[in-house]
């Protein structure tokens, strides 16, 4: 399978769903600017997840050390020990007992799934699926399934803008106003809900441990302790402090105001949206069309081109039914019902539909189908 091409063009949500779902196995090379990632799958699963270019304090020794796991004198001791046997670092610190081989473990799959969520941020670059054999290194993650890995990275993309209102700055410190209540069945997941990672970052904040250091000293990665931070400030908690001379947040007007006019903001918008696409998107590719330009999409990057165009008006249409009916449909045909689409408008320029999942009242996945 020959895979390449631009992120504009080909999103690495879709990137992930093709090659775990055809169940490749091979290498998958992820480029832009100074920055470049490597992937390998194994039979459709991810056994592996590197920054080529990984900056020093992201080197897994670093993050030891800036976890608290292991001293600065510990780690220069196992460097040295490394030089001298080649021995690989995690060998080297677990017959020392500097740290379990457990946690270890788990440091490397923290390391490279930041690595792999990383990617769902980055808004151009190039990539490349390199068909090839991939052998699990001796410190290898545990197989991460690719549907699990997009599903997880469009849950933080949908919710990073909503933390980052309450957790906007690296350098804020967190105080305890009250008690957690008493832990109470299985709780946790959602924004709002209190559980076991907004319990271990409670019992971890202390006065001048900023944002940066409860990220390093979790292990449970930047968005997960965001994510339980958020939820400690708005269930009133914990309350953040400002770095002296900061700008002094919103006022509640202001938010009041920014509440009120989102709704209607975001109804004027999705209007827009989809009033300029059926002015974007030329008659003559239309799906009413269809038929008489099938040659047309003989070629793949056409079919991309077009379908690029075709999601904004399927993603348009989910906003007005949720505004509408308060939230997203569990089929996409449900839009043909409320009269917002045409049938074919829903597999166009291909030949399936697109492959459409409701997550929650606001979050869905839409991608193109496998071909």
Known sequence: MSLQGTLKDFGIGDILQLIGQQQKTGTLHVR???????IG??????????????????????????SELITETQLEAALETQRRTLKRLGDVLVSSQALTAERFQAMM??????????????KSGTYEFIQEPVEPDAEAIHPLRAETVLMEGFRMVDEWPVIRQKIHRDDLVFERIKALPQPRGEEGGELGAIGPSERRIYDELSPGRDLRKLVDISCLGEFETCKALYNLVKGEYVRPILPEGAPA?????QRLLARVAGPLGRLVATVGVLAAVVLVVPRALRPDHEAGVAAVFADSAAQRHVSQA????????????????GELPERLDSLVQAGLLKPGELKYPWREEYYYRRLAARQFILLPPLR
């Open 32 to 38: 832009a600017k100074d920055q470049e990632v490597r």
């Open 41 to 66: 799958f194994n039979d459709g699963h991810i056994i592996k997840a590197e920054s080529v270019t990984r900056k020093r304090k992201e080197l897994i020794g670093a993050m030891l050390v800036r």
């Open 109 to 122: 799959q923290l390391q490279a799934t930041e690595t792999l969520y990383r990617l769902f941020t980055w």
């Open 249 to 253: 947040p919103v006022s509640g007007d």
């Open 310 to 325: 075709q999601r904004v008006r399927i993603e348009a249409a989910l906003e007005v039914f949720r505004l509408e009916r």
